[in-house]
């Protein structure tokens, strides 16, 4: 696997893209580098100073040694100078770290002297020191050199703190961007739920008063919301009242022709107001169910689906004798639901299959219980659907430019939706390969 390749696979398994994850990481980075930055400084303020006296004590503590050991015990004519730097190296310096260094007494005589020869005078620094008797010594000692201060880093970064301070930013930057990506996770459901179910739900007061920019963004989706909401209800009330007109100047329509006809009773004009008035009564009627979905609130009762696709079936039997229709239910298909928005969709989805089936074809029926569902599958061996255009016959007064539709209004199937989403179910609409079309609906058996 490529470098690349391993990138993509780690950025889709751990979903590197989300804004979590670049908020946690911008932080935890920005949170490391100011610690690196501050220690940097820190360091390179105090390390030198600190160095340079940590270590010109240990030149004057272990010349002093020396001094005390030359003028009180190997201060003698038979003093070897070995045997002092062996006691310093034994004795006094057990991890055996001798300074390199040169000491003399106020005479210049060199009483001690250790790895210091190659040392340029300039290079050099001198300390003084007294033994037990006053006597006063010079000590020449290389002038310090602070170690690198990336080392110097490094080595406080390694300390037990800067791995608590390296736990506690990741923690901190984990909970700063779940406080902002939390409430932004909340307004996304909360607009899916709006857009799939069409029910406003207030957002939380808390959340609407934060106060800062995720709270104005809230309260614009509220507003949103709200003014959607009543431009959509308004949109349906006027349909709806839009519909109940037309029903009398129709039914008024109606009786002319009928009146008319009783005189030409073989006039195809009339007869073709007649069709015309009977077309448009089932548009309206079509429009009246679409918009009763969308505004009733039934409650909620026990639905046998059997029963009603039992009741479906016998329905269109009266308007397509021609059509045969197998129906094998299962045992116990039982619901919570609103039976009367169930047997219109079923009605509209098994009136469908009959009437693009050809005479004397088949429309198969069946349902199925599951643990938590219940599946109603619909079957005709009728023209089909092509799949470009599968999915817009949900669209309200979509009619494709196939076989299907071409006598409907385009709202069978989006009432049959809108009633099956009432009850948070799904409606899939499949080709077999044998031809026809399937169409499977899924209910939940508990709605909540």
């Not at 201060?149 to 700063?176: N, T």
């Not at 989706?221 to 003014?227: A, L, P, T």
């Not at 329509?253 to 006809?261: G, H, N, T």
Request: proline letters at 4%; charged letters at 20%; hydrophobic letters at 40%.
């Amino acid at each position: 696997m490529t470098l690349t390749g391993f990138w993509s696979t780690v950025k889709h398994t751990f979903g590197v893209k989300r804004l979590f994850w670049r908020i946690f990481i911008a932080f935890w980075l920005a949170s490391i580098l100011v610690m690196i930055a501050t220690g940097f400084v820190l360091v390179n303020n105090f390390s030198s100073d600190e160095y340079n006296k940590r270590f010109f004590n240990d030149v004057i503590s272990q010349a002093e040694r020396i001094v005390w050991r030359y003028e009180h015990e190997l201060a003698t004519p038979t003093f070897q100078k070995s045997k002092l730097k062996n006691w310093i190296s034994n004795k006094n310096n057990r991890d055996g770290h001798l300074i390199p260094m040169i000491i003399k007494d106020d005479g210049g005589k060199i009483i001690y002297k250790h790895r210091l020869n190659k040392i340029k005078l300039e290079d050099r620094a001198e300390q003084r020191v007294s033994g037990p008797s006053n006597r006063n010594y010079q000590v020449q000692i290389r002038k310090p050199q602070a170690p690198r201060i990336y080392k110097q880093v490094l080595y406080r970064f390694q300390s037990l703190q800067f791995g608590f301070i390296f736990i506690a930013s990741a923690l901190v930057s984990a909970l700063l961007s779940w406080s902002i990506i939390l409430p932004l996770n909340y307004l996304g459901a909360f607009s899916r739920r709006y857009a799939n179910q069409q029910e406003v739900v207030s957002l939380p007061r808390k959340l609407l008063a934060r106060g800062d920019e995720l709270g104005d963004l809230a309260l614009d989706i509220d507003f949103m919301v709200n003014k959607t909401h009543a431009a959509a209800s308004a949109q349906q009330q006027l349909l709806h009242d839009v519909s109940h007109e037309l029903r009398a100047p129709l039914a008024r329509l109606q009786v002319s022709a009928a009146l008319i006809e009783q005189k030409t009773p073989d006039s195809r004009h009339v007869k073709q107001i007649h069709n015309d008035c009977l077309r448009i009564d089932q548009l309206i009627q079509q429009i009246l169910d679409y918009s009763k979905l969308e505004q009733s609130s039934p409650s909620i009762e026990n639905s046998d689906i059997n029963a009603l696709c039992q009741q479906a079936i016998d329905n269109m039997a009266v308007n397509y004798p021609t059509i045969a229709v197998n129906f094998s239910p299962d045992d116990k298909v039982e619901i919570s639901g609103y039976p009367e928005a169930l047997l219109q969709a079923f009605d509209n989805i098994i009136g469908n299959a009959c009437k693009y089936s050809d005479d004397g074809g088949l429309v198969e029926i069946s349902t199925s219980a599951r643990e938590h569902s219940v599946i109603v599958t619909v079957r005709d061996h009728g023209p089909g659907v092509d799949e470009q255009e599968m999915s817009k016959l949900l669209q309200p007064f979509y009619r494709a430019g196939n076989k299907m539709h071409t006598s409907g209004f385009g709202l069978g199937l989006s009432i049959a939706v809108k009633a099956i989403d009432k009850h948070k179910g799904e409606l899939r609409i499949s080709s077999p390969d044998d031809g026809g079309l399937c169409v499977e609906i899924v209910l939940p058996r508990e709605l909540i």
